[in-house]
């Protein structure tokens, strides 16, 4: 069992900035990939980062040049630093591990840019 705490969403201006954090039960060490997700209303959860075990970190378009992913091992921490935010970025943001063949999600953590 992997439990995984999200915390830094928020309310923000588009143009704005926000750092999501993920906190992980276990040690991140353990993972061999790691990923942020979002979820939009009425639409399909998206992939918006992921780091694999050699810290490659991949994005789609949509958020490439804006969005970065890290993880802190010492803290068993991933982060997702978000700049230049757009309207369309509002969602609930989703961290994600695949550990010994499930598949982990935590809570969610709620993004909303507007004016």
């Known amino acids: 069992q992997v439990q995984l705490v999200e915390s830094g969403g928020g309310m923000v201006q588009p143009g704005g900035s926000l750092r999501l954090s993920c906190i992980a039960s276990k040690s991140i060490f353990r993972f061999n990939a790691m990923a942020w997700y979002r979820q939009a209303p009425g639409k399909q959860r998206e992939l918006v980062a992921h780091?694999?075990?050699?810290?490659?970190?991949n994005y789609p378009e949509s958020v490439k040049g804006r969005f970065t992913i890290s993880r802190d091992r010492a803290d068993n921490t991933l982060y997702l630093q978000m700049n230049s935010l757009k309207s369309e970025d509002t969602a609930t943001y989703y961290c994600?591990?695949?550990?010994?063949?499930?598949?982990?999600w935590g809570q969610g953590t709620q993004v909303t840019v507007s004016s």
């Open positions: 994600n591990v695949e550990y010994q063949g499930f598949m982990y």
């Open positions: 780091i694999s075990s050699g810290d490659i970190t």
